[in-house]
């Protein structure tokens, strides 16, 4: 028999490899082997993985939401500590002082979203996973042992910790909501982005939990003062601890988030888009996914040099691109869509989450004795509307997300919003006590079961891979937009023609004027595909969906009708326990 030629020998090489090996040929080839490899994460049934990204993730936007939530109610202990006596009130922060404190930290979000964002583009997900973490670390421990001095006064120091703080913030927006999207499986994709977004909530709560035990822990000292006005010496040093207490415990669940983020691997749709490493992008599925074989052993790695040089899966990210890609309609809409929803969005959710202490004393829920009963109430009835309105809208929106769809969700909550701020703006305060209360709660439940959870996770989902975080910080950033013309336009509203510095007449006309905002985001929302059950590739239009087997079911009408008659069941019953509860307090 003649010996072997060397392309023979190499034949028959890879015909005795593929005998051994299956997936020998589809290895061979990077658009098989990326379309494998991503199906794979596609296709994975919920574990222990999923589990662990929703928790790492979700603790970084506790930490943020505690934050932004704590200085809404640390804002009154810094009036009785630092301008006490003072000609602009006694005992309370003038209001330019405060605005610009509770502005600092959205002015350093909207440099932060679009920043990491787009570095999130550029050098990796993993990478700046963690960076925004160690700068709202850093910045935490900054404010709580900040003092002031002859050279520098106290709001000045807050104002500069707040905005680097907000740079954080910011940035942990649009980094955790990709990496999150880009390692849900499709089936679960909604619900691990709202069970992120969830933990938000528990943040508020925990804000509010970490005010009412710290006012119980110095409650000797704050019940020696009739009113803040007399809230001096030994109350005025109680106070004093109590809002670094509450400002710094947030630090801690950042800490133990770091530790497991800089643990989580890069994800495989940035390795195969981004960077065109195909062995990198297998070896993080199978890292990510923890792949064990039934023996219990870890599955092979694929490592095999499959290719010289760089495989095309597309284009690669540029400026140029970027221009080009968005000036077509059908791209750039849905990102004017994200925008514009997440901008109207913030006008309104800000507008009413970084004041609900304007709001409660504005329905006088906060006549108090002494110094202890105001900061006690001022932290029960907030801790009231989180557990009444916020996390049952979070819970709700994980339930439901997937099985109703984000852009229906994203539409009926701005029509309600719409509604309840019309109603909020034409009742008058000073009746009905506890309906108004209510209405408020209603309002944080259709916020987050609505568009504020459906607004963070479609920019996730219906911008390609080499895009998405830049997409998704633009967007964001334009929502701090909205929350900067909140507070620098409508806040000063609110006490137009006040006669008292606790007045707020102006507030009903403000709640009216976001009904018409809430309008025009259920407008700017048909730009924004649905995005339920799809992959990535699919929306991104890398890949066409097979075609849908034509079958008789009920129309989306019928749907829509009878789960609008249920929900509407629910939370009647719901908010009408709630008004016995207000009822009974």
């Known amino acids: 028999m003649a010996p072997l030629n060397p392309h023979q020998q190499t034949f028959l090489a890879i015909r005795e490899r593929a005998a051994m090996d299956p997936e020998f040929?589809?290895?061979?080839?990077?658009?098989?082997?990326?379309?494998?490899?991503?199906?794979?994460?596609?296709?994975?049934?919920?574990?222990?993985?999923?589990?662990?990204?929703?928790?790492?993730?979700?603790?970084?936007?506790?930490?943020?939401?505690?934050?932004?939530?704590?200085?809404?109610?640390?804002?009154?202990?810094?009036?009785?500590?630092?301008?006490?006596?003072?000609?602009?009130?006694?005992?309370k922060v003038p209001f330019i002082i405060e605005a610009a404190i509770k502005v600092a930290t959205l002015a350093g979000a909207m440099i932060g979203h679009p920043l990491f964002g787009w570095l999130a583009d550029r050098i990796g997900r993993r990478r700046m996973y963690g960076y925004g973490l160690v700068v709202i670390i850093f910045t935490t421990l900054g404010q709580v042992v900040s003092s002031s001095s002859r050279s520098l006064t106290m709001s000045g120091l807050l104002i500069f910790w707040r905005v680097a703080m907000g740079v954080g913030i910011g940035g942990n927006y649009p980094v955790t909501s990709v990496i999150t999207s880009e390692f849900a499986p499709t089936k679960w994709h909604g619900a691990m982005m709202g069970a992120v977004l969830a933990i938000q909530g528990f943040g508020q709560f925990a804000a509010a939990i970490v005010a009412l035990a710290v006012t119980v822990s110095f409650k000797q000292s704050l019940e020696s003062a009739k009113d803040i006005s007399h809230c001096t010496d030994a109350c005025q040093i109680a106070v004093d601890k109590m809002w670094r207490f509450t400002i710094g415990l947030g630090a801690i669940p950042a800490c133990f988030a770091l530790f497991y983020r800089l643990a989580i691997p890069e994800t495989p749709r940035f390795s195969f888009d981004v960077t065109r490493d195909i062995i990198k992008a297998d070896k993080d599925v199978h890292a990510y996914l923890r792949k064990r074989t039934e023996t219990g052993t870890r599955g092979p790695l694929y490592t095999l040099p499959i290719q010289v040089g760089t495989p095309d899966f597309g284009p690669k990210a540029s400026w140029s691109d970027f221009y080009s890609y968005y000036s077509q309609w059908k791209h750039g809409k849905v990102l004017l869509g994200t925008t514009a929803s997440w901008l109207f969005l913030g006008i309104a959710f800000y507008g009413l989450d970084l004041n609900n202490s304007i709001t409660i004393g504005a329905i006088n829920w906060t006549n108090a004795n002494n110094v202890y009963e105001i900061l006690y109430r001022n932290a029960v009835r907030n801790l009231i509307l989180i557990c009444g309105g916020s996390i049952p809208g979070y819970l709700v929106t994980i339930a439901t997300v997937d099985k109703i769809g984000r852009k229906r969700i994203q539409l009926l909550g701005f029509l309600m919003l719409s509604a309840l701020f019309?109603?909020?703006?034409?009742?008058?305060?000073?009746?009905?006590?506890?309906?108004?209360?209510?209405?408020?709660?209603?309002?944080?439940f259709c916020f987050n079961f609505g568009p504020y959870a459906t607004i963070f996770i479609l920019p996730s989902e219906c911008f390609p891979t080499r895009y998405r975080g830049t997409a998704h910080g633009i967007s964001a950033a334009v929502g701090m937009i909205g929350a900067l013309i909140a507070q620098c336009v409508f806040l000063p509203l609110v006490y137009r023609g006040a006669k008292a510095p606790g007045d707020a007449p102006w507030l009903n006309h403000v709640m009216a004027i976001f009904s018409g905002f809430m309008l025009c985001g259920f407008a700017t929302s048909f730009f924004i595909p649905e995005t339920r059950r799809q992959s990535l590739e699919v929306l991104c239009g890398e890949v066409v969906p097979p075609p849908k087997p034509r079958m008789h079911t009920p129309g989306i009408k019928s749907h829509f009708k009878r789960w609008a008659l249920r929900s509407s069941i629910g939370v009647l019953l719901g908010f009408g326990g709630l008004l016995a509860i207000f009822d009974d307090l």
Do not use: C
Request: aromatic residues 10%.
């Open 25 to 91: 040929y589809f290895r061979r080839n990077p658009h098989e082997r990326r379309r494998r490899a991503l199906a794979k994460l596609d296709e994975a049934p919920f574990s222990r993985a999923h589990i662990h990204t929703v928790i790492i993730a979700g603790l970084g936007l506790f930490t943020s939401a505690y934050e932004i939530f704590a200085i809404n109610l640390a804002v009154t202990m810094l009036g009785i500590v630092y301008w006490q006596g003072e000609d602009s009130g006694s005992g």
């Open 422 to 444: 019309a109603v909020i703006g034409l009742a008058k305060l000073d009746q009905n006590d506890s309906g108004l209360l209510a209405l408020y709660a209603l309002t944080k």
